[in-house]
């Protein structure tokens, strides 16, 4: 079965500064990756998604992952943080025959002035 | 049609009470997904639907779940005889036919509170 583990449940950061959220994966075969993130009272909303084509993948505001496989990595980073970061992200997996996405417990950052 | 709606958006109940959540997907979309999350936690997988035809059940959907989406569009999550357990967040979502997008829609979510 597939399934992510995202290693940091909290990460701090000062704005202005790189922001890197970790997480792997465990697969059978080739996985399809996303990042989420949820802004506290809102809906979550789709960060960037892997599907097998190029392995540095370019998501919204900034954000950005690379797949490595001989890692079974799929870190986010964002070269320098804003205040309109802060919030929970999401690995997540796809897995099943119904595209089920399977979620990590979350990342909440936090980023100071 | 301008993404998932979910109604209520809170809900607060007394233990025992029975719930029903709607969710209207994207109109073109024939696949629509329940989810729940907890505080602290990332959504967890309840239940799939393509069309009107429920595949898929998650062994977190006891007895006491049930979910339908009749005709292929809005679907509804009731839950009987609540429990304080069953306090989360409700999510829906939906996605269309073209997998290689894999173009998920989620809406807002209805928040249980079971007192």
């Known amino acids: 079965a597939q399934s992510v583990t995202q290693l940091d449940s909290h990460v701090s950061v000062s704005e202005g500064t790189p922001v890197l959220l970790r997480c792997n994966y465990s697969s059978s075969y080739s996985p399809s990756l996303f990042w989420y993130v949820q802004h506290p009272n809102k809906g979550l909303q789709l960060l960037l998604k892997y599907t097998s084509a190029a392995t540095l993948v370019k998501g919204i505001n900034g954000f950005e992952a690379e797949f490595k496989k001989s890692e079974t990595s799929f870190h986010l980073t964002k070269p320098s943080a804003h205040m309109s970061d802060a919030a929970e992200y999401f690995c997540?997996?796809?897995?099943?025959?119904?595209?089920?996405?399977?979620f990590g417990a979350g990342t909440r950052l936090a980023v100071h002035p | 049609d301008t993404g998932v709606s979910q109604d209520p958006r809170h809900k607060i109940t007394k233990r025992g009470q029975n719930v029903t959540f709607r969710c209207d997907p994207i109109?073109?979309?024939?696949?629509l997904y329940w989810y729940r999350q907890t505080l602290g936690q990332g959504p967890e997988f309840l239940t799939y639907?393509?069309?009107?035809?429920?595949?898929?059940k998650s062994r977190l959907l006891s007895d006491r779940f049930s979910a339908e989406r009749p005709k292929g569009s809005f679907s509804t999550l009731e839950i009987q005889r609540t429990e304080q357990g069953d306090s989360a967040m409700y999510l829906c979502?939906?996605?269309?036919?073209?997998?290689?997008?894999?173009?998920?829609?989620f809406g807002s979510g209805t928040r249980l509170t079971v007192v």
């Open positions: 979502a939906s996605s269309g036919r073209e997998f290689g997008n894999y173009g998920y829609t």
């Open positions: 639907f393509q069309n009107e035809a429920q595949l898929e």
């Open positions: 997540v997996v796809i897995s099943g025959g119904y595209n089920k996405l399977i």
């Open positions: 109109s073109e979309h024939n696949r």
